[in-house]
Each structure stands twice: as structure tokens, then as C-alpha cells.
């Protein structure tokens, strides 16, 4: 199956250099590109990629009113893509939000290549594209600096059982699903089973939404990971 995947980047250079490259993969197709957020709506609704690598800083609409557009569409629209953030250090606060409102990651712009199209192929695949030693210390600062939601994510906690609130630890910790499944003395598969009844139980879109939702409940505190 074909990977299809939106380039949203106010540079010209970038996104002729991403198309390039994702499109010598005989599993990626590129089928649409923007220079700005609000085209990069524009082009998602109308492409319907599976995949949208969305810049953070851009003219018209930012990144992150651009993902929220995506992620979030208005009724009717039915086809809804994994987005990516492309950043850089300096704009954490974005990726931060853009996370909240359901991005499945980020990813460096200054990232080597093969790790642009490892990401493309692991959203597409359903899976959040998490850096534990980046994203983790990004949500912990960030979650410390903003008050709770008006509805208390910590209520939520009550539906796990005691493996499933001790997965989502876990995994806001940073482990991945083998180091879980060594942490815990189990198979993986049973890792994933678990991951899957967490998400569902909880309402959540992927691993990124976890770990946030960890943090905002207070079941993982800042400099505690």
C-alpha cells in the first residue's frame, strides 16, 4: 500500500528537497504541497494524504491552527490524516500544543533523511513518532507551566486496572513497548494489548496523547521521568 503524504512548508527549497526524497520510495507518493497552513488545509481536504509533514512557523496560518483544522474538521469531512510537526528546538511550546490537539509527533527539521521517511512510514502506520529524550522533557515542562483542564483527567485514571495505569506510566516514561514487556515480565503482544485498552478506555488518539494525558493527570509529575 501507498503511502500518501502533504508537504506544508513555507520554504520552497524544503519542500521540493522532502518531495524528492519521500518520493524515490517505492512505498511513498507525495500528492500535494502548500506554503502555508491555510493552503496546507486546503490541500489535505482535497488529496486526502495519509500522512501531512506540517511546518510549525508559516505565513496565513501557523502549523498549529493548521493541524487543528486537519485534526479537527468541520462535519462532513470524513477523511482525517496523521499529521507530523516539523520543528526545531526553539519551538517547543508549538509542538507541545500541536501534540495536545492530536499530532502523532515531530520531527527535527535538520533530521537525516532516513529518519524523515522512517517517520512518514511509522505515523502512516498508526504509531506516534515520540523521542523519548526530546518529547518526554518537552511535555513535563510544559504540563508544569499550564493548570489542569476544567475537567479532571485524573477521574479518568479510575477506569484502568492497576496493569494498565502501570503501562501508561511506562510509557510516559519513555520505554518502549519491548521495555515495557522486559519491565513487566511479558510478552509484547501483551504490552500492545494493554496499550490498546489504555487508549480506548481513555479516549485517546495515540502513544503522544498518552503521554501528555499522563502528565496532565498527575499519575507522571515533571522531573519525576
Same mark, same amino acid.
Given at each position: 500500500?501507498?503511502?500518501?503524504?502533504?508537504?506544508?512548508?513555507?520554504?520552497?527549497?524544503?519542500?521540493?528537497?522532502?518531495?524528492?526524497?519521500?518520493?524515490?520510495?517505492?512505498?511513498?507518493?507525495?500528492?500535494?504541497?502548500?506554503?502555508?497552513?491555510?493552503?496546507?488545509?486546503?490541500?489535505?481536504?482535497?488529496?486526502?494524504?495519509?500522512?501531512?509533514?506540517?511546518?510549525?512557523?508559516?505565513?496565513?496560518?501557523?502549523?498549529?491552527?493548521?493541524?487543528?483544522?486537519?485534526?479537527?474538521?468541520?462535519?462532513?469531512?470524513?477523511?482525517?490524516?496523521?499529521?507530523?510537526?516539523?520543528?526545531?528546538?526553539?519551538?517547543?511550546?508549538?509542538?507541545?500544543?500541536?501534540?495536545?490537539?492530536?499530532?502523532?509527533?515531530?520531527?527535527?527539521?535538520?533530521?537525516?533523511?532516513?529518519?524523515?521517511?522512517? +517517520?512518514?512510514?511509522?505515523? +502512516?502506520?498508526?504509531?506516534?513518532?515520540?523521542?523519548?529524550?526530546?518529547?518526554?522533557?518537552?511535555?513535563?515542562?510544559?504540563?508544569?507551566?499550564?493548570?489542569?483542564?476544567?475537567?479532571?483527567?485524573?477521574?479518568?485514571?479510575?477506569?484502568?486496572?492497576?496493569?494498565?495505569?502501570?503501562?501508561?506510566?511506562?510509557?510516559?516514561?519513555?520505554?518502549?513497548?519491548?521495555?515495557?514487556?522486559?519491565?513487566?515480565?511479558?510478552?509484547?503482544?501483551?504490552?500492545?494489548?494493554?496499550?490498546?485498552?489504555?487508549?480506548?478506555?481513555?479516549?485517546?488518539?495515540?502513544?503522544?496523547?498518552?503521554?501528555?494525558?499522563?502528565?496532565?493527570?498527575?499519575?507522571?509529575?515533571?522531573?519525576?521521568?
Amino acid at each position: 500500500m501507498t503511502i500518501r503524504v502533504n508537504i506544508v512548508d513555507d520554504q520552497a527549497m524544503v519542500r521540493a528537497g522532502f518531495a524528492a526524497l519521500l518520493s524515490a520510495q517505492t512505498d511513498i507518493d507525495v500528492v500535494g504541497e502548500a506554503p502555508d497552513g491555510r493552503a496546507g488545509v486546503e490541500v489535505a481536504r482535497s488529496t486526502h494524504p495519509d500522512v501531512v509533514l506540517m511546518d510549525v512557523r508559516m505565513p496565513e496560518m501557523d502549523g498549529l491552527a493548521a493541524a487543528r483544522a486537519i485534526l479537527r474538521p468541520p462535519p462532513g469531512v470524513v477523511h482525517v490524516p496523521k499529521v507530523l510537526m516539523l520543528t526545531t528546538f526553539d519551538v517547543d511550546d508549538y509542538v507541545y500544543e500541536a501534540l495536545r490537539a492530536g499530532a502523532s509527533g515531530f520531527l527535527l527539521k535538520d533530521a537525516p533523511p532516513a529518519d524523515l521517511i522512517a +517517520a512518514v512510514r511509522v505515523v +502512516a502506520a498508526g504509531e506516534a513518532l515520540l523521542a523519548p529524550s526530546v518529547t518526554r522533557r518537552l511535555i513535563a515542562d510544559f504540563a508544569a507551566q499550564r493548570p489542569a483542564p476544567r475537567k479532571d483527567p485524573s477521574l479518568r485514571l479510575k477506569g484502568l486496572t492497576p496493569r494498565e495505569t502501570e503501562v501508561l506510566e511506562l510509557i510516559a516514561r519513555g520505554l518502549s513497548n519491548q521495555e515495557i514487556a522486559e519491565h513487566l515480565v511479558v510478552a509484547e503482544q501483551t504490552v500492545k494489548t494493554h496499550i490498546g485498552r489504555v487508549l480506548a478506555k481513555l479516549d485517546l488518539r495515540d502513544r503522544a496523547q498518552a503521554v501528555i494525558f499522563a502528565y496532565e493527570s498527575g499519575l507522571v509529575r515533571p522531573g519525576t521521568a
